[in-house]
């Protein structure tokens, strides 16, 4: 049998593009049919945890499982490396679409499967660099990052009379944090401005 794991992490990427590479690529090949297994989840979730683990714990010598990328079935070189040796111990052929790459247990694949998913780690490190180099770029040309100060203070401007019936009402600062929408610290800024106080009990 052949099973396409299709994995889609919280950032909403489509699965259909993962989908259409998978069967151009068994078109080519011969493979198929093909039983889809969809995940919506992180691929930093240990694999073995994810419906991926259920998915190889099922499959049998002879099976082929086939993904898109590697970066789709982990997220690290040592969690590719992980599953494609429990799968060749398990008989099972793995194949990834968009590297070319098929994994039979041989010596040329093990070193390709090396290759393959530590470029993945160091393509998702260069990512990460070059986003933390990008914020200090902006920082020192003076862009403010994050959350302007005093931002939840406007949210109550022209509210004081909501804010003063909340107030009395005796609800928590929690809670009337919640229902305006601003953080605990500026229910109590503000009703320090306001002079606001509660009675001790």
């Known amino acids: 049998m052949d099973y396409a794991y299709l994995r889609v992490s919280r950032d909403g990427q489509d699965v259909a593009n993962q989908r259409h590479g998978i069967i151009d690529y068994c078109d080519k090949n011969g493979l198929g049919p093909i039983s889809y297994i969809e995940d919506k989840v992180s691929g930093s979730k240990d694999w073995r945890l994810r ?6 714990d099922n499959m049998r010598a002879g099976d082929r499982l086939i993904a898109s990328e590697f970066t789709r079935l982990a ?8 599953i494609l040796e429990v799968c060749l111990h398990r008989g099972i052929e793995v194949h990834v679409v968009k590297e070319g790459f098929k994994y039979d ?3 040329t694949s093990q070193v390709m499967a090396t290759v ?18 990008g914020l200090a770029l902006r920082k020192a040309a003076g862009v403010v990052l ?16 909501e804010f003063r019936v909340l107030w009395n009402k005796g609800l928590s600062k929690a809670k009337i944090a919640k229902l305006m929408g601003v953080s605990t610290h500026t229910v109590t800024t503000f009703a320090e401005k ?8």
């Open 146 to 161: 994050g959350r302007p100060k005093g931002e939840g203070k406007r949210k109550l401007d022209g509210r004081q009379n």
């Open 116 to 133: 393959f998913g530590l470029a993945g780690q160091i393509e998702r490190a260069m990512i990460s660099a070059r986003t933390k180099e």
């Open 51 to 56: 419906e991926l683990g259920k998915l190889v």
């Open 105 to 107: 247990g041989s010596i």
């Open 194 to 201: 306001m002079n606001l106080k509660r009675e001790k009990r």
């Open 75 to 82: 997220r690290s070189t040592i969690g590719v490396l992980e």
